[in-house]
């Protein structure tokens, strides 16, 4: 059974850093893109970075120039780099992999993380 672990968010000071990790475990023989989505309190879950198997990537207006995405396929696992991070940062950090796995099938499957809490403030 395959399985997702975020990790990485917690409280940070204005123009701080975290680097945000999703595993995924079990089955899986590929990681695809890495999407990042973050849902603040009261708002639509919103598309913030995505990174492809080639490695290019793309970010929301809002986080260019702060975040990087990166994945890494020896290990399964998509990272989100976050710099001078902002109170309006503020949000659960959903990672959404695109792996091949071995189920019934040999197939592309999507899977969500748990999300991870991510707060800036003073």
């Known amino acids: 059974q395959v399985q997702l672990v975020e990790s990485g968010g917690g409280l940070v000071q204005p123009g701080g850093s975290l680097r945000l990790s999703c595993t995924a475990s079990?089955?899986?023989?590929?990681?695809?893109?890495v999407d990042w989505y973050r849902q603040a309190p009261g708002m639509q879950r919103e598309l913030v970075a995505t990174v492809d198997r080639n490695g290019s990537t793309n970010y929301t207006d809002s986080v260019k120039g702060r975040f990087t995405a990166s994945r890494d396929g020896d290990k399964i696992t998509g990272y989100l780099q976050m710099n001078s991070l902002k109170p309006e940062d503020t949000a659960v950090y959903y990672c959404?992999?695109?792996?091949?796995?071995?189920?019934?099938?040999?197939?592309?499957?999507?899977?969500w993380g748990q999300g991870t809490q991510v707060t800036v403030s003073s």
């Open positions: 079990g089955p899986v023989f590929v990681i695809g893109t």
């Open positions: 959404n992999l695109d792996l091949f796995i071995r189920d019934h099938f040999l197939r592309w499957k999507k899977y």
